[in-house]
């Protein structure tokens, strides 16, 4: 199996809803990422955990909050988001995060498309 | 701090008609140069890696190459179904803390392949 698989496709909801994304991978993997992309621009990085661990936050607003619950799921609960938050929401992971150290292949999920009304 | 240029932004081909599609980078300590291509509404899939100077990878009509400063992507006899975003993006390495190994990545080239 070589799927990130993410839910839901997606998603729309008001500025003063909580509501949560969800991925999951059953490669064995201990690296998962959180990207955001916007409608012709490249992914851009938001949230990177390393063996459940949350290793590196792109300066992300609070209203974005991750939690990896084990080495198989990643969540990214959402509150209070803005219309410019409007994107598709990435998932991804590697075999391990190695911050520099060696490359690492990505394999992404198919994401979450976020509409902030 | 890590840069990925690809040009052009937009490619229109006839099926058929071979082509290349470039990517330069100024990065850190190249750790791989990556491939990935994209459809509408889904995420990036895997390509190619390539490592260091030189290398070239090849899937079915698509071929990577590398040198110090660019990367090519050929496409050779395109089909329709090859009409993708194709992404091009470096992973240095950690130079002080500047990019922490980070991928850095273009912002793609559409390429449009005609019937």
């Known amino acids: 199996d070589t799927e990130v698989t993410q839910t839901p496709k997606h998603l729309v909801m008001g500025m003063t809803n909580k509501k949560s994304l969800k991925c999951e991978q059953h490669m064995g993997h201990r690296a998962m990422y959180w990207y955001k992309q916007k409608a012709k621009k490249p992914p851009e990085l938001m949230f990177v955990?390393?063996?459940?661990?949350?290793?590196i936050n792109e300066s992300v607003p609070s209203r974005f909050s991750p939690e990896c619950p084990n080495s198989s799921l990643l969540n990214l609960h959402l509150h209070a988001l803005q219309p410019e938050d409007s994107a598709l929401y990435l998932c991804?992971?590697?075999?391990?995060?190695?911050?520099?150290?060696?490359?690492?292949?990505?394999?992404f999920g198919s994401g979450t498309q976020l509409s902030v009304l | 701090e890590d840069q990925v240029t690809q040009s052009p932004e937009a490619l229109r081909l006839q099926e058929g008609e071979s082509s290349s599609l470039n990517c330069s980078y100024t990065v850190s300590g190249l750790r791989g140069l990556f491939w990935y291509r994209q459809d509408p509404g889904k995420g990036p899939e895997f390509l190619f890696t390539l490592y260091s100077a030189g290398e070239e990878k090849e899937k079915e009509r698509l071929k990577a190459t590398l040198t110090k400063k660019e990367s090519f992507l050929h496409i050779t006899a395109p089909k329709p179904e090859d009409s993708a975003t194709y992404l091009c993006a470096v992973q240095g390495a950690n130079a002080g803390g500047t990019s922490y190994g980070k991928l850095t990545f273009g912002q793609g080239t559409i390429l449009t392949v005609h019937p």
């Open positions: 991804a992971s590697s075999q391990v995060w190695a911050g520099g150290a060696t490359n690492e292949k990505l394999f």
């Open positions: 955990y390393s063996y459940e661990k949350l290793s």
